[in-house]
């Protein structure tokens, strides 16, 4: 009866494709799934029991997010996925982060945590293929449309009202430019 993953991919920005960290069809967990499944805190997600373990997030910016999509069979049981997400740029350390009460054999459910890796996790993780650095953001007019895209400092409130007022006076005055023009026809 094992207690580890049977399989991981991986997912997320910079990657053509989603990465599988086990061989299909091999008889052990592999190398770069041991490492993975050790060095991420994915122990202490499912099953706790280190008091030291982070409950909340840490500050700062973290960088992109990767997926970590595990399977966990038990016996014949069906194994539902489990998830742990991965911040391998996140500085000074890689952090990850496994959701509470994701089910698994049955009526099991993780623990889940913060983890802050050791500066190692983001070797390993880049061993088995995600890139060397963080992928850059999506630049505007080439990855994403210029809209989804805001400009530093630019609020178009005032723009926005400063038009809609304008409308209005216009709107009124030519009312009125109408209803002169009615009165000076009846004369």
Same mark, same amino acid.
């Given at each position: 009866m094992a207690k580890e993953p049977s399989q991981g991919v %991986?997912?997320?920005?910079?990657?053509?494709?989603? %990465?599988?960290?086990?061989?299909?069809?091999?008889?052990? %967990?592999g190398p770069d799934l041991?490492?993975?499944?050790?060095?991420s805190g994915f122990f202490l997600g499912v099953w706790g029991g280190d008091p030291d373990h982070l409950t909340h997030r840490p500050?700062?910016?973290?960088?992109?997010?990767?997926?970590?999509t595990y399977t966990m069979p038990f016996s014949e049981r069906r194994?539902?996925?489990?998830?742990?997400?991965?911040y391998p740029y996140a500085e000074p350390k890689p952090v990850t982060y496994m959701p509470a009460?994701?089910?698994?054999?049955?009526?099991?459910?993780? *623990?889940?945590?913060?983890?802050?890796?050791? *500066?190692?996790?983001k070797a390993?993780?880049?061993?088995?293929?995600?890139?060397?650095?963080?992928?850059?953001?999506? *630049?505007?007019g080439i990855d994403t449309p210029a809209a989804a895209v805001p400009r530093a400092g630019f609020d178009p409130t005032p723009l926005l009202i400063a038009t809609a007022m304008l409308a209005l006076v216009l709107a009124a005055f030519q009312?009125?430019?109408?209803?002169?023009?009615?009165?000076?026809?009846?004369?």
């Amino acid at each position: 009866m094992a207690k580890e993953p049977s399989q991981g991919v %991986i997912t997320g920005p910079g990657l053509g494709a989603p %990465i599988t960290l086990k061989e299909s069809g091999a008889k052990s %967990i592999g190398p770069d799934l041991a490492s993975v499944v050790e060095e991420s805190g994915f122990f202490l997600g499912v099953w706790g029991g280190d008091p030291d373990h982070l409950t909340h997030r840490p500050a700062g910016d973290l960088g992109p997010r990767y997926t970590i999509t595990y399977t966990m069979p038990f016996s014949e049981r069906r194994s539902d996925p489990i998830v742990q997400y991965v911040y391998p740029y996140a500085e000074p350390k890689p952090v990850t982060y496994m959701p509470a009460k994701q089910a698994f054999w049955g009526d099991n459910e993780t *623990v889940g945590t913060w983890y802050v890796a050791r *500066v190692r996790f983001k070797a390993t993780l880049i061993g088995v293929g995600l890139p060397a650095s963080a992928p850059s953001p999506p *630049v505007a007019g080439i990855d994403t449309p210029a809209a989804a895209v805001p400009r530093a400092g630019f609020d178009p409130t005032p723009l926005l009202i400063a038009t809609a007022m304008l409308a209005l006076v216009l709107a009124a005055f030519q009312m009125r430019r109408h209803r002169l023009g009615r009165s000076v026809g009846r004369s």
